[in-house]
């Protein structure tokens, strides 16, 4: 089985100081890793995602990650945040098995400061 | 392409009533998925649809709860009897079989049971 975990449930930081959203996963068969953004009020949306390939992946919003396996991290950064970052951001792990199903992690709450 | 959609967007019911909710998902995938998530924390797998048949179910689902997909389009998700401890966040996402499978979700559909 798979399982996800974000050690940090809220991480507060002033507003252009660089940031960093932890996320470490656990399988024993390979995985495809993802990043979602939640706004209140709304679903999931897709800030990037880790296939293969390069280790440094970047998405929307002037984020980034990088898939580390020895370590099994996949931890997510942005230089420089904004206000309108405020949101809930959450790590998920496909597994590639017969099964098509993402599992999350608990969420880590980004408060932006100005 | 008109996205995810899930309807009602909010439900309030009695402890014991039945609520149903319903998935539009993007017309070209043919992958629907169920997630239910609580206050403070990740989306949970529920099930999940390839075309008409469902595929997997979690444990999470019980025997009140049932989902449907009779002809591969929308789905319905079904809570029988319901209890104050269902209230939560239904999301419902779809993807294509194609790629890397990415969900697409909705914005939800949260129930509380009184």
């Known amino acids: 089985a798979q399982s996800v975990t974000q050690l940090d449930s809220q991480v507060p930081v002033f507003e252009e100081a660089p940031v960093e959203l932890r996320c470490n996963y656990s399988?024993?068969?390979?995985?495809?890793l993802f990043w979602y953004v939640q706004y209140p009020n709304q679903g999931l949306q897709l800030l990037l995602k880790?296939?293969?390939?390069?280790?440094l992946v970047k998405g929307i919003n002037g984020f980034e990650a990088e898939f580390n396996k020895s370590q099994t991290s996949f931890h997510l950064r942005k230089p420089s945040v904004h206000i309108s970052d405020t949101a809930e951001y959450f790590c998920?792990?496909?597994?590639?098995?017969?099964?098509?199903?993402?599992?999350f992690g608990s969420g880590t709450r980004l408060l932006v400061r100005p | 392409d008109t996205g995810v959609s899930q309807d009602p967007r909010h439900k309030i019911t009695k402890r014991g009533q039945n609520v149903t909710f319903r998935c539009d998902p993007i017309?070209?995938?043919?992958?629907l998925y169920w997630y239910r998530q609580t206050l403070g924390q990740g989306p949970e797998f529920l099930t999940y649809f390839q075309n008409e048949a469902q595929l997997e179910k979690s444990r999470l689902l019980s025997d009140r709860f049932s989902a449907e997909r009779p002809k591969g389009s929308f789905s319905t998700l079904e809570i029988q009897r319901t209890e104050q401890g269902d209230s939560a966040m239904y999301l419902c996402?779809?993807?294509?079989?194609?790629?890397?499978?990415?969900?697409?979700f909705g914005a939800g559909s949260r129930l509380t049971v009184l």
């Open positions: 996402a779809s993807s294509s079989d194609t790629g890397a499978n990415v969900l697409t």
């Open positions: 017309s070209e995938h043919n992958r």
């Open positions: 399988s024993s068969v390979s995985v495809y």
């Open positions: 998920a792990v496909r597994a590639l098995d017969s099964s098509y199903k993402l599992i």
């Open positions: 880790y296939l293969s390939g390069s280790t």
